[in-house]
């Protein structure tokens, strides 16, 4: 059974983002609201980040990329749908990523689909955005930047 990932509130939403790994084993992430609104500040400027879009789907590559960080070796893994229409950019961004880490990370590894509220990656990633469970982890402006801008 492949690994589910998914986010709760997005991360063009006010409030906190959180996102969720499950299967056998459960990593979490958190993104307070201060560092996610630091993060788009500095993106809109950025030459990378000039649509407003494309910064969110950038920060969402980088979550992923710390979560997926923890995805066993040779796991599949199902990313919920959140940006319909962009998911390959999405993968596209995120494999950039893992592949600086891991070379021969496998890129059939990543698929997109839908994650219903029984699962238990969203259950997960709602009790870390509620603040009823305690992230692994928890991103600050300057995890998210690097990745993108190298500083």
């Known amino acids: ?13 006010a409030g906190d983002t959180a996102l969720a790994l499950s299967n056998d084993e459960e990593y979490t992430i958190r993104i307070p609201a201060r560092e996610k ?4 500040g500095v993106l809109r400027w950025h030459p990378k980040g000039r649509r407003r879009i494309r910064v969110y789907l950038r920060l ?18 199902v990313i919920d749908t959140e940006y319909t229409g962009h998911e390959k950019e999405i993968k596209n961004m995120l ?12 890129a059939d590894n990543i698929t997109f689909g839908h994650i219903g509220k029984k699962s238990p990656a969203h259950k997960k990633a709602l009790a870390v955005y509620q603040g009823k469970a305690k992230a692994n982890r928890t991103l600050t402006a300057r995890d998210l930047l690097l990745p993108i801008t190298g500083r």
């Open 60 to 77: 969402f590559a980088v979550a992923l990329y710390y979560l997926l960080r923890e995805l066993p070796p040779g796991e599949l893994v």
């Open 95 to 106: 494999l950039v990523l893992l592949w600086q880490d891991d070379p021969s990370f496998d």
């Open 37 to 40: 609104r630091e993060a788009i």
């Open 1 to 13: 059974m492949p690994y589910e990932a998914d986010q709760s509130n997005k991360i063009e939403s």
